[in-house]
């Protein structure tokens, strides 16, 4: 017998004597082959698997920045919590000053501003300054913060010496600091949703609002309080406390692109939004269409060649109807905008 035989011989035998342990081996791999079958299919933006697959931006963490250290870090970790609770400081019962109506910054900018999809501020470091046409003027960061404090939290905006705008500007810098000058990350800011043939709908929308917004957002649209009655549980989405008719969620375009991609909170994300598109309009054109404070916006958009399709308060370049800029139908709007743009 030479000792190719008594290998084969004695590697038969050991697995007709161990034949339950083979079974149990077999059985593991077949295990392991589907869970990795299964991890690679997960839709989960926070899996290893889908960054890699999709290059949508990945903020930076203050766990593994080991460079941002002293008072350059205790400024980032300041900005980012007045984001997150800016009621906190700056609510009506505000620490620093009662300067707005008690929503937080992160209610529209999730996650502290960095959630893709979720109005975030990557790309903020790396394109401001720059010409804005609703002012008409090349804005830096300053002024962009001071436009939401205004508009979107109906106050004022803190003094720009101040301790808490520095904060807030080194944590906008901080998470925009890998992102090149002039551009801006998949993921950024607000979806944009394909256009309706048809005009968005009120009415629908009050449906879509009840069914699905209503329990956190309230039966008047006023949200929740914390216990504590000092900051939102849930924020309000239209009445004395929400956004002003000056707000950027005030153009149905961006309140759709917002609320398909991140309402319901916690439920709907990108890939998997709960809303469909009709149902995102719809419901945009219904939440706009109810009561909320006044601003003076007589100065905005200086040039009115430039106002956007859906900014609903004339006049207009176009010829177009303010309800329709309002509500749509917006492609034949969009394409005379095109026209008037090229006959210039
Ligand atoms: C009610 C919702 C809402 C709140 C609250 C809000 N914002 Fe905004 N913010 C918006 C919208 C909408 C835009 C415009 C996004 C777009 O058009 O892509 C915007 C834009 C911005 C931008 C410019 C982003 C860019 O990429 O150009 C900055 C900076 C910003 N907000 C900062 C703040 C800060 C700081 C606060 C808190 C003081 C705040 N926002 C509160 C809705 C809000
Ligand atoms: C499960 C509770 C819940 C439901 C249901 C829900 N939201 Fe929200 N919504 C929130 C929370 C919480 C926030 C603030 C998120 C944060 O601060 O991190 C928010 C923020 C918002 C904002 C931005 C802030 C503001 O108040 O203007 C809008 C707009 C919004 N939701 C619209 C909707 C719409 C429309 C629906 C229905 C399609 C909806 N939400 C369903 C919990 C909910």
Known sequence: ??????????????????W???IIVIVIFIVLFFELLKSSNIDNSSTLSTQLNDSTWVPPSLFTDNELTGPQRDMV?????????TARYFGP?????????GMNCQ???????????GNNYSAVYSTYPKLRQRSGEIEGIYKRVSDCFERSLNGSAPDSNSKEYKAIYEYIKWIGQDVKKGEKPKGSG??????????ASPEKGKQVYTAQCLSCHGTNGEGQL????????YPPLWGDHSYNIGAGLFRISSFAGYVK????????????????????WDVAAFVNSQPRPKKDISKDWPDISQKPFDHPFGPYADGFSETQHKFGPFKSIIAKIETLKKEK
């Open 1 to 18: 017998m030479n000792s190719d035989k008594l290998n084969k011989k004695s590697i038969g035998y050991t697995l007709r004597t161990n």
């Open 20 to 22: 339950q342990l083979v």
């Open 77 to 85: 970790i300041y900005g980012e919590d007045i984001i997150a609770n």
């Open 93 to 101: 019962a505000g620490s620093i000053a009662p300067i707005s109506n």
């Open 107 to 117: 209610n529209c900018h999730l996650n502290a501003g960095k959630k893709n999809w």
């Open 190 to 199: 607000i979806d944009k949703l394909t256009f309706l043939d048809r005009a």
């Open 226 to 233: 914390t216990l504590s009655g000092t900051s939102y549980e």
């Open 261 to 280: 991609t991140n309402m319901p909170f916690n439920q709907a994300t990108h890939s998997n939004p709960k809303l469909t598109t009709e149902e995102a």
